[in-house]
C-alpha cells in the first residue's frame, strides 16, 4: 500500500476507470431499469413503496414542465458542470460521486433527447414511487442525490481532517 497525496488522487489511471465505470454502470442500469417498467407496464406494491410509470416532462418534481428544452439545456449544463468537477476533484471519494451524478444527469438526459415526444423534449421515465412522497424517481435520480451527499460528504471529511493537521492523504490499494 503506498500513500499518495489526495490531489493526485484523480490523476490516477485506476481513479479515472473508476469514474468510467461508475457513470457507465448508473447509466447502463437506469437505462435497462427503465425498460424493464416500460416493457411490463407494472402498477404493483402499496404502502412504502410501488412501481408506478411517471413521464415527466419537466425537472425534478415537475419543474419546468412547460419548457422542455430548457430543461434539456439546463440537464446538459449538469452534466458538463458534473464531468468537469470529478476530474478535478481533489480525493477519489468526491470523484467517484461526482462520477455518479455524471451517470445519473446521462440517464435522464438520454431520455430527454431520446424518447418521445422527440428530440430535446423527451420525457423521463420516472417509476419508483414512495408512500410518503407525492412524485416519483428512478435510478438516474437516486444516483444524483446520493452523488451529490456522498460528495459533501466526502468533501467535509477531507476540510475537518485538514483542519485538524492531519495531511490530506488517502491509502491507495494499488
Known sequence: MAIVPEDSAVRSPR?????????????????????????SHPVAGTGWAAV??????GASGGIGAGYPVLVTLAALVIAGVAAALAVRARGRAV????????????????????RSPGFGRGTVVDWIHLGWSSGSFNVADTAIQIGVLGAVIAMFAS???????????????G
Request: include cysteine.
Open 95 to 114: 470523484a467517484v460521486c461526482l462520477a455518479a451524478v455524471l451517470g445519473g444527469a446521462l440517464g435522464n438526459l438520454s431520455d430527454r433527447i431520446f
Open 159 to 173: 476540510e475537518r481532517a485538514q483542519k485538524a493537521g492531519q495531511p490530506r492523504e488517502h491509502v491507495n490499494p
Open 52 to 57: 408506478r410509470l411517471v413521464r415527466n416532462p
Open 15 to 39: 481513479v479515472r476507470v473508476a469514474m468510467v465505470a461508475v457513470a457507465t454502470a448508473v447509466v447502463a442500469a437506469d437505462q435497462v431499469s427503465k425498460a424493464l417498467v416500460l416493457a
